[in-house]
Each structure stands twice: as C-alpha cells, then as structure tokens.
C-alpha cells in the first residue's frame, strides 16, 4: 500500500489533455516538493517536473505539475504516442524519514 | 553528460548477501546526495535508501533497516548498496538515482533471491 495514492490507469486520445492526481498527507506532499516521473517499459525512470519549477531539459512544454496541500496533479496536453507509460509522483516523507513513491498511473493513448 | 551504471546483482539464495555497485560520471559526485530505488516485478517504484554527500548520513525504507547498508566513495565516483539477509521479497530491478529526488536515473541491476 503507497503512501501516496494514484489511480492505476489513465487514457485520453492523441490532442487531449490527461490529468493524473496524486495524494498523500500533511508529511509529505502538505510539507515538501512532488516530484513526476515517466517510465517506459525496459528503460531508466526519467524524471520529468515539479511544481514551480523549470522542466529538466528535453521534457515538453505539454507536461505540467500543480500541488495544493496535500494533492498534487500532473497535466499532459497534446497528448502524443510517445506518453504512453507509466507515471510516478513521489515526495520526501518527514515522518517515514524517507522518499515515497506513489503507486504509479499507466497512461493509455487510444 | 551523467551517467550511472550499476553492476553487482545476480541470483542468490535466501539469506545471502550482495554488494551492488553505482559508477557516476558527468557531474561533481561529492556535491550530491545518492538514492537506490528497486522495482520488484509487475509492481511500482520503491525507494530504498539514500546517502548525504559526505557519507554523514543514511536514510533506509523500514523494510530494508539492520538488512542493508548503503555506503560511497567521492574518490571513485561510487556509491555502494550492500545486501545482507536477502528476502524472496528483495527480488527487483535495483537503479541507482542522483540525489534526493533522482533527477538521472542508471538502466539498473537485477536481483533475484530464490532457492
């Protein structure tokens, strides 16, 4: 059981816009920065944005990230077939003492 | 360009240990804190550890604490992940992560604990 909760699957036709939420507690998300990860079958996670912050060098302008107390939300517009993958939101957790990821959204281009 | 590549995993028995390795290049090493996370089959990302800079301070998920040790050497550019008491349930691709919030990730080390 995640700490932060995500739900499993997420779909949106190429163009749309596909939000992914992501929710924790007063410990983590309320209190720290949400990290976003992308991760494709067979390949190295990839970090991808946190709120408030530039996007990390060859990550599209169509990904976005929002946080709102304990929630958080990762926006990807324009949807293309290459965003098919999974999807992490993670923060440091100042109970645990530790970095917790949430259990991960599949993101299905139809 | 950074780079982390990891070696050292395998197959082992339940209760036996591994030293997974982490090789870093493409940035100042010791201006960073380093992170392992694992990903067992079919399931998500879990964090596992995470060591300061300077080697002062080590952060473990409960489920890993008195079994493993996390450890570097800024002269090597290395950080290390030694498995003692492995587990079935410690069978997972193992990734080393540059700093508290893995912002470069390597392709990862596979471990597998089974009789």
């Known amino acids: 059981q995640s700490v932060l909760t995500q739900p499993p699957s997420a779909s949106g036709t190429p163009g749309q816009t596909v939000t992914i939420s992501c929710s924790g507690s007063?410990?983590?998300?309320?209190?720290?920065?949400v990290y976003w990860y992308q991760h494709l079958p067979g390949t190295a996670p990839k970090f991808l944005i946190y709120p408030n912050s530039p996007r990390p060098s060859g990550v599209p302008d169509r990904f976005s990230a929002s946080k709102s107390g304990t929630s958080a939300a990762l926006a990807i517009s324009g949807l293309r077939s290459e965003d098919e993958a999974d999807y992490y939101c993670?923060?440091?957790?100042?109970?645990?003492?530790?970095?917790?990821f949430g259990s991960g959204t599949k993101v299905t281009v139809l | 360009e950074v780079q982390l590549v990891e070696s050292g995993g395998g197959l082992v028995q339940p209760g036996g240990s591994l030293r997974l390795s982490c090789a870093a290049s493409g940035f100042t090493f010791s201006g960073y804190w380093m992170t392992w996370v694992r990903q067992a089959p079919g399931k998500g990302l879990e964090w596992v550890a995470n060591i300061k800079n300077d080697g002062s301070e080590q952060n473990y998920v409960d489920s890993v604490k008195g079994r493993f040790t996390i450890s570097r050497d800024n002269a090597k550019n290395s950080v290390f992940l030694q498995m003692t008491g492995l587990r079935v349930e410690d069978t997972a691709l193992y990734y080393c992560?540059?700093?508290?919030?893995?912002?470069?990730w390597g392709q990862g080390t596979p471990v597998t604990v089974s009789s």
């Open positions: 993670a923060a440091w957790d100042d109970s645990l003492r530790g970095f917790v």
């Open positions: 992560a540059r700093a508290t919030n893995a912002d470069y």
């Open positions: 007063n410990s983590n998300i309320g209190s720290n920065n």
